[in-house]
C-alpha cells in the first residue's frame, strides 16, 4: 500500500494549479466584489474549519445559477479557480462561483466518515452548504439551477453533496471520482484502498441505497450525474467508473443500458441514460488511455448543467448550442479596423491529446467594428473540435473565426471572447500572427 503522504500527492496530481489569484478577506458578511475571486469569512455553520472564496462575474443574470467548485487532495479554491475555466465561463453566463477549500493538512475532502455521509451529519458537507445558504440569502439564486462538480476528491465530494443534500443540488459532474460511500471508514482514515483499487463492488440496488439512506424519508427529486474517468487511472481505479454509472441510474430509477451511446472525440465513449439529449439524467464519459490526470472539460460541464442558456441580459446567446457548421461562403459585410487597430491575446490549457484556447479580440481603434472575422494558422497536428462566440473553418491549417449573431459589433476599446477545444499531436503552440477583417493585429 502507497505511503500515506505518497497517496495524498497522487490525488492532487489532477490539476495543474496556476498561480493564485489576489484574495480580498471580507470582515463582515455581505456581497462579494464582481469580477474578483473574494474570501467570504463568517457564512454559517463550518463544522470542519473550511474556507470560503466566492466567485461574482461583472454581469449576473437576472436569476443566476450556482456553482460549487471542489478542489483535489493538497489543492484548494484559489487554485481551481486558477486553474480551470469555470469562472471564465461565468463571466459568458453570469452564474456564481463557490469554490470551497480544505484547510487539513491532506487538503483533502472529508467523504469517508459517518458524519460526511449523512444529511446534517457534520463536517465538510454541512460548511458547503452553509456557503451556499450564504450566497442564496445575497443573491437572487435560482433555487432549481444549484450544482457541484470536482476533481478527484472534489469529484468524490461531488458524490457526497448529491447524496445528502438532493433537495440542493440539481445535478453534478465527476471527474475521476468515485461512487457515494465508497470511500467510508469508520477508524478515521481519509483513505480506503479497497475503494481507491476499484475493488469494492456493488449491486445497483445496494449503491443507490447508500445514497437513499443518507437522507432517509425523502421522497423529491433525485440531481442528475455526469461522470468522467480515465481508463488508465493509477489513482482511483477505473472500475470505480462502472460502480458510479450503476449508483446514480438506480437512484434515478434508470436502466442500466443506455439509451444513447457516442464518441464525441477520438478515444472518448459517451453514455446516456434516462434520455438521448445533452442533459440526460446521467451522461458517463469513457477517456481511452487517460490517467488520473485528466483534463476538466468545464464548457462540457456548464453545458449538462444548462448554466449556458443564463446568459446576462445584456449580452444574451443563441437560443441553441453554438453553430458547427462551416460559415456561408459570402462572409457577412464587416468593416475593417485602421491599421494596427486591433489586439489579439491567446492562451493554451493542454493536456496529453487536447487543448483549449481563449481567445481576446480587442478593437484599438477609435471607430466600432461591425461584423468580424479573425484569420490565423494553427500549428501542425491541431484540430478544432467544437467551439464557442463564433464559427470555425476549416477546422486545421489557415482557420477562420467569424462571429455569431450576438457578438458581430466590436466598440472602440471593446473587445469579444471566443475559444475552442482542439486535439493535437503534441505541438501545443499558439499561431505567430492574426488579422482581423484581413487587417494585421498585434498579439498581446
Not at 344 to 350: F, I, R
Amino acid at each position: 500500500m502507497l505511503p500515506r503522504r505518497r497517496r495524498f500527492r497522487l490525488l492532487g496530481a489532477a490539476v495543474v494549479a496556476a498561480g493564485l489569484a489576489a484574495l480580498a478577506a471580507l470582515t463582515a458578511p455581505g456581497p462579494a466584489a464582481a469580477a474578483a475571486l473574494t474570501e467570504v469569512t463568517n457564512f454559517g455553520a463550518n463544522p470542519s474549519n473550511l474556507r470560503m472564496y466566492l466567485y461574482v462575474p461583472n454581469t449576473v443574470a437576472a436569476r443566476p445559477g450556482l456553482l460549487v467548485v471542489n478542489h483535489y487532495c493538497t489543492g484548494s479554491g484559489p487554485a481551481m479557480y486558477s486553474g480551470t475555466q469555470f469562472a471564465a465561463l461565468a463571466d459568458r453566463y453570469g452564474y456564481l462561483v463557490v469554490y470551497p477549500s480544505v484547510t487539513r493538512s491532506s487538503q483533502c475532502f472529508d467523504v469517508s466518515s459517518p458524519q460526511a455521509l449523512r444529511r446534517d451529519g457534520g463536517s465538510d458537507p454541512v460548511g458547503i452548504k452553509s456557503m451556499v445558504d450564504y450566497v442564496r440569502q445575497r443573491y437572487p439564486v435560482d433555487a432549481d439551477r444549484i450544482f457541484a462538480t470536482g476533481v478527484s476528491s472534489g469529484a468524490m465530494m461531488t458524490n457526497v453533496l448529491l447524496g445528502d443534500y438532493p433537495d440542493v443540488f440539481s445535478a453534478g459532474a465527476a471527474f475521476a471520482g468515485v461512487p457515494f460511500g465508497c470511500f467510508a471508514t469508520t477508524n478515521g482514515s481519509e483513505w480506503n484502498s479497497e475503494c481507491a483499487n476499484g475493488q469494492v463492488v456493488k449491486t445497483p440496488q445496494q449503491w443507490g441505497d447508500l445514497v437513499r439512506n443518507a437522507y432517509p424519508g425523502y421522497s423529491g427529486r433525485r440531481p442528475r450525474m455526469q461522470l468522467w474517468h480515465g481508463t488508465n487511472d493509477e489513482t482511483l481505479r477505473y472500475p470505480n467508473f462502472t460502480e458510479e454509472i450503476k449508483q446514480w441510474t438506480n437512484v434515478n430509477g434508470l436502466s442500466q443500458t443506455p439509451a444513447y451511446t457516442d464518441s464525441p472525440q477520438s478515444g472518448y465513449t459517451r453514455t446516456r441514460y434516462g434520455g438521448t439529449g445533452g442533459t440526460a439524467t446521467v451522461e458517463a464519459i469513457s477517456m481511452q488511455g487517460v490517467s488520473h490526470n485528466l483534463p476538466v472539460d468545464a464548457a462540457q460541464a456548464v453545458r449538462f448543467f444548462g448554466l449556458d442558456t443564463s446568459t446576462p441580459p445584456t449580452s444574451p446567446p443563441p437560443t441553441s448550442a453554438p453553430p458547427t457548421t462551416p460559415p456561408p461562403t459570402t462572409p457577412p459585410p464587416s468593416t475593417p479596423p485602421p491599421s494596427g487597430g486591433c489586439r489579439v491575446a491567446y492562451a493554451v490549457n493542454a493536456w496529453n491529446t487536447g487543448l483549449t484556447a481563449s481567445v481576446t479580440i480587442t478593437n484599438t481603434a477609435a471607430t466600432a467594428v461591425n461584423g468580424w472575422s479573425l484569420a490565423f494558422t494553427l500549428p501542425a497536428g491541431q484540430t478544432v473540435t467544437n467551439g464557442w462566440n463564433a464559427t470555425y473553418a476549416p477546422t486545421s491549417g489557415a482557420v477562420t473565426a467569424r462571429n455569431v449573431s450576438y457578438n458581430g459589433t466590436i466598440a472602440p476599446n471593446g473587445s469579444v471572447d471566443i475559444g475552442f477545444q482542439a486535439t493535437h499531436t503534441g505541438n501545443t503552440g499558439k499561431p505567430t500572427s492574426f488579422t482581423l477583417n484581413g487587417t494585421a493585429c498585434a498579439v498581446a
